[in-house]
């Protein structure tokens, strides 16, 4: 059995933000990765939807934890625990997008096992994709531009969290869908 790692881990940047290129300062953001509103005239980020990665790491022998970003002040919901991901951009399949977007908001893409889609709607049209995927260890996901601490979580200490609405609308479903039992399972 492995050391876990703490709750939250803030580690320092591979590449300092200043040095991080801003693409969208010179020449727009890419196609796609705009405001858009929704038939519920809800404002989301991304005319095509937007999709994410939750990591998943499920030892046998202990509860699982998932990996969530804490957004940065400069998105939309900020200061709130949710999944790596964003704006799919035109042309770009769902899956495609999350693993891009993955790499932006953590720093990089570990090997995984992606094991379920679930496609999450506000009500009024606009999709996300949720991308489950299984690792086999808990990796360091770095801070990058959007994010601003990451951390693997059990899903009790979710319930504590301030969520982002979509995380938090899919641990309400998770938990509804598994009934009172608050027993480990491995989904």
């Known amino acids: 059995m492995s050391a876990a790692l703490p709750a939250v881990v803030v580690l320092p940047r591979p590449i300092p933000r200043s040095s991080l290129p801003i693409v969208s300062s010179i020449a727009g ?3 796609g990765e705009r405001w ?10 991304g005319s095509n939807g937007g999709a994410g990665i939750l990591f998943r790491h499920a030892p046998a022998d202990v509860e699982p934890r998932y990996l969530l970003a804490l957004r940065s002040r ?4 900020p200061a709130t ?5 964003g704006a799919i951009r035109d042309g770009e399949t769902a899956e495609d997008a ?10 990089q893409l570990p090997a995984h096992r992606v094991v379920d889609e679930l496609v999450q709607d506000c009500g009024g ?3 996300f994709h949720f991308f489950l995927a299984d690792v086999d260890s808990q990796f360091d996901a770095y801070s990058q531009r959007e994010t601003d601490a990451t951390g693997w979580f059990t899903l009790a200490q979710l319930r504590d969290l301030p969520l982002h609405p979509g995380a938090r609308r899919w641990l309400d479903e998770r ?3 598994r009934g009172p039992s608050r027993g480990h399972t491995s989904q």
Do not use: K, M, N, Y
């Not at 999350?98 to 720093?107: M, Q």
């Open 36 to 45: 858009t509103s929704c038939a519920l005239d809800h404002l989301h980020w």
């Open 74 to 77: 400069w998105v939309d919901e």
């Open 81 to 85: 625990w949710g999944i790596p991901g």
């Open 175 to 177: 938990e509804e869908a």
């Open 29 to 31: 953001p890419a196609p």
């Open 125 to 127: 049209g606009w999709p």
């Open 98 to 107: 999350a693993r891009r977007e993955t790499i932006e908001e953590v720093g």
